[in-house]
């Protein structure tokens, strides 16, 4: 169950001291440097391309900051771009919208709910991989997508909000309803029919240019007729908690705007408040444009054939700054209280979910505001999180995720100033491992660090439940302490070179007792054979979770997450825990599923924290799963086209909860799809997970300035089908890995036949024979070519 439902299930929730928003003369979050000049922002523009605007309408004129501008949009189709034309030049925002609702496709394959919710394997993800790498859309249509099924008599006589609007600067968010309706405007104001439930649950959505936060809603009524409806937060408002709106709605018919009310906020109340205009709706959406592309100037750009999943990684940061007040304030969610409220806000998830994702797309301007207000406002002098229930696993990956931004940044000044509560944190799991080491020889724990892993076993009436030996606990601890180790010298001052020879012992010792333990608790008796998530469990988690109630194995995929992300096990164990996750019914379409007790009702999908599973599905080169745990969470954790990403998502067409470590995790995909480097800081990899029929596409695939512990890297391939030729380069790291390997993942039925580098044959290699190893002086481009069969 989600958070939500898990707190109204007769629990208490225990609120921490935590720092609360600022109100009332407190000062509020400061955001980061960029968010001064974003409002004053002008759009980047691009010349203009008059062609390219025959058969548009013209729709105003107006004048702003003393240039003179002309709107114009392409009425003929709902995806008709709106372009705004200066004598500097044009931006033209683009519209894509996807249909919100269930495809015509019977869903589940053909299979009943209950089948597929009861089996311990993956029938779906079965179903999917049978022919290898799956297809696209497929695994978008094998269930109804999030928020395709709603309706108000379910949610007590009112629409569910599935999408919000807001600003950096704001300290709240405005929800948005199916229809276009906000919480201080309604469509139906300017069109009665828009409250019809019929046409509200056939809606296309999307986002204005691609990934702007700005809702786009299409309505058809017929082939002809449609309504179309935008909605955006108004960038210049200065009100503190208010977020005020922008919106449109408009009757299209026959490709001419027959109808359009224009709204800024309210509804009117003349004479003092009347309906807005044209003119001020696009000086509005012209400085809305500029604002978002400054906030997001940083940002690693990518180019895939199709632009929608570059467009989803950049909505996600744009999000976020939305989420956080101020830009950089930790919020685990958004609007409702139980996700929204203070006692989240020092959430480990969040704080290292965000880190990750903005470290791994070069905006190191947010990450270290985030790192630095984390430090601040939520780790207290002796390591502890300010926040009700601390995660044994995440101190781990604090630790490491230390060691990265040093690594990609070099920013060392930023770790000195917060250096005694990082040692305090590695100090933590120092003194939960040497309390586990007293424990008897023969104990089941013995050796592996104690503690909750899960946040929410705090709120039970008996927390020492979940206070026990789940691998994770240790093996991220592990991760941790060696991950920071070789690059404390740089910022631990006196006595750090003995400190980081202390935690790298302690570091294998941890490893050594997990792989040790682990292997002893294998159940061989089972298929495919079972490891359960802590040892000594005489039950699988399915049937720990039927029979005992309250179970020590609540919330097992957490602990599967975590372990396989932390990378301390060997090949086949790490293998024999995917296998085991998958095939005792611990996935969802091939997603870690949010393991419940078995039923017929339901199999969700976790949309957070489950990206360590997909992470050790990549290194491990089962690449087919990668790609579906990829296309699943896109389409199963996402609403459709708007992209609210759920905690945790049914396959029924409900609405999930949104939380934004959910929303991160598609960026991090697809970063490690294109530059990947391993655990061990020896080998980076290239284009690893790029599908096949990306490949067969012959549109480009590129990525520039990704960091990387050596430095920026880029790439570029792009196949020639009919001469079935592959062309491409790779802009090499300031610094040498041991190895760079560029994985060419050919359409289905072709092989490798030779490949250049730099026009020296090269002998393809790694596990499937299709990896070309590539070296050259670092910091230079190395060009390559390869022929295919």
């Known amino acids: 169950m989600d958070r939500r439902q898990f ?29 001064a000049s974003a409002v004053l922002a002008k759009p980047v523009l691009q010349p203009v391309d008059e062609t390219g605007l025959h058969g548009h309408t013209r729709v105003c004129e107006f004048r702003e900051d003393g ?50 919710a009861l089996a311990d394997a993956d029938l779906l993800a079965d ?8 297809s696209e859309q497929e695994v978008r249509d094998a269930a109804p997508p999030p928020a395709s099924l709603l309706d108000p008599k379910d949610h007590a006589g009112r629409w569910p909000w599935t999408t919000f609007v807001g600003t950096r600067e704001a300290l709240d968010t405005m929800p948005i309803l199916p229809n276009g309706r906000s919480r201080t405007w309604r469509p139906e104001h300017a069109f009665a029919e828009l409250g019809d439930v019929p046409l509200i649950k056939r809606r296309h959505e999307g986002l204005l240019g691609g990934w702007m936060p700005a809702v786009h809603k299409v309505l058809p009524t017929s082939a002809n007729r449609h309504y179309d409806l935008l909605v955006f937060a108004d960038v210049r408002a200065q ?54 592309q400054q906030l997001l100037r940083d940002t690693v750009q990518a180019s895939l054939p199709d632009p929608s999943w570059n467009d989803m990684a950049r909505f996600a940061f744009a999000r976020e700054l939305v989420v956080r007040p101020g830009g950089t304030y930790p919020k685990y969610g958004a609007v409702e209280r139980d996700y929204y409220g ?43 999180p300010n926040m009700r229930g601390p995660e044994v696993g995440q101190f781990g990956l604090i630790l490491s995720l230390m060691a990265r931004y040093l690594r990609y940044t070099g920013d060392a000044a930023l770790l000195r100033k917060h250096r005694g509560k990082i040692e305090a944190t590695a100090q933590i799991l120092e003194d939960l491992h040497e309390q586990s080491l007293k424990l008897p020889a023969n104990a089941p724990g013995h050796g592996l660090i104690h503690g909750w892993n899960e946040s929410d076993a705090c709120l039970f009436p008996d927390p020492t439940l979940w206070w026990k030996p789940y691998y994770a606990n240790s093996a991220l601890a592990a991760r941790g302490l060696a991950d920071i180790a070789p690059v404390w010298p740089r910022i631990g001052g006196t006595g750090a070179a003995a400190t980081a020879k202390r935690w790298h012992g302690r570091a294998q010792q941890l490893s050594v007792q997990t792989e040790r333990t682990l292997r002893a608790n294998i159940r061989h008796d089972l298929k495919p054979p079972y490891i359960g998530p802590l040892p000594g469990a005489k039950l699988t988690f399915r049937q720990s979770l039927l029979q005992e109630s309250p179970s020590e194995q609540g919330w097992p995929h957490r602990v ?78 996402h609403t459709r086209g708007g992209w609210t990403a759920g905690e945790v998502s049914g396959i029924t067409g409900g609405m999930p909860l949104f939380c934004m470590p959910a929303q991160l995790t598609i960026p991090l995909l697809l970063r490690w799809m294109l530059v990947f480097e391993d655990s061990a800081g020896e080998q980076l990899h290239l284009a690893r997970a790029v599908p096949r029929e990306w490949l067969a596409s012959g549109q480009e695939i590129a990525i520039a300035g990704a960091p990387t512990r050596w430095g920026k890297v880029g790439l570029r391939l792009r196949a020639d089908a009919q001469a079935q030729r592959i062309d491409g380069h790779v802009d090499l790291p ?41 070296a050259g002086r670092p910091g230079t481009r190395i060009e390559l070519q390869a022929f295919y069969a």
């Open 7 to 35: 707190l109204q299930h007769g629990l208490a929730a225990t609120a921490a001291a935590g720092s609360g928003l600022a109100i009332d003369g407190i000062a509020a979050p400061a955001p980061a440097p960029a968010a």
């Open 67 to 116: 240039i003179d501008w002309t709107v114009y949009e392409d009425l003929r189709t709902p995806q008709g771009a709106i372009s705004f034309v200066s004598a500097a030049g044009m931006l033209a925002l683009g519209k894509r919208t996807e249909a919100a609702f269930p495809s015509d496709q019977p869903p589940y394959f053909g299979m009943k709910l209950a089948e597929v």
């Open 127 to 134: 179903h999917l991989l049978r022919d290898g790498d799956p």
């Open 239 to 292: 009100d503190r908690f208010i977020v005020q709106t922008w919106h449109r709605s408009v009757l299209v018919e026959d490709g001419r705007a027959t109808k359009t009310i224009y709204t800024h906020s309210y509804p009117e109340f003349p004479p003092r408040r009347g309906s807005a205009t044209a003119e001020d709706f696009y000086r509005g959406l012209l400085r809305f444009a500029g604002y978002w």
């Open 342 to 384: 203070n006692e989240y806000d020092g959430f480990q998830d969040t704080f290292t979910s965000s880190l990750y994702a903005n470290l791994e797309w070069g905006r190191f301007e947010q990450a270290a505001a985030v790192l630095d207000g984390y430090f601040n406002d939520f780790v207290q002098a002796d390591g502890m």
């Open 560 to 637: 599967y997450a975590e372990l396989l992300q932390a990378d301390v096990l060997p090949e086949d164990l790490a293998n024999l825990v995917i296998d085991c996750v998958r095939g005792h019914g611990g996935t969802s379409l091939g997603v870690v599923a949010n393991i419940a007790p078995p039923s017929p009702e339901s199999r969700d999908l976790l949309g957070f924290i489950s990206y360590g599973y997909a992470q050790q599905l990549l290194r491990l080169d089962r690449i087919e799963e990668y790609l579906l745990f990829l296309y699943a969470h896109r389409y199963h954790a």
């Open 734 to 774: 300031a610094a040498a890995p041991d190895g760079i390997w560029l994985s060419l993942r050919l359409p289905t039925g072709k092989r490798l036949v030779r490949a250049f580098v730099d026009g020296v044959e090269a002998t393809p290699g790694g596990r499937r024979g299709d990896a070309l190893p590539i």
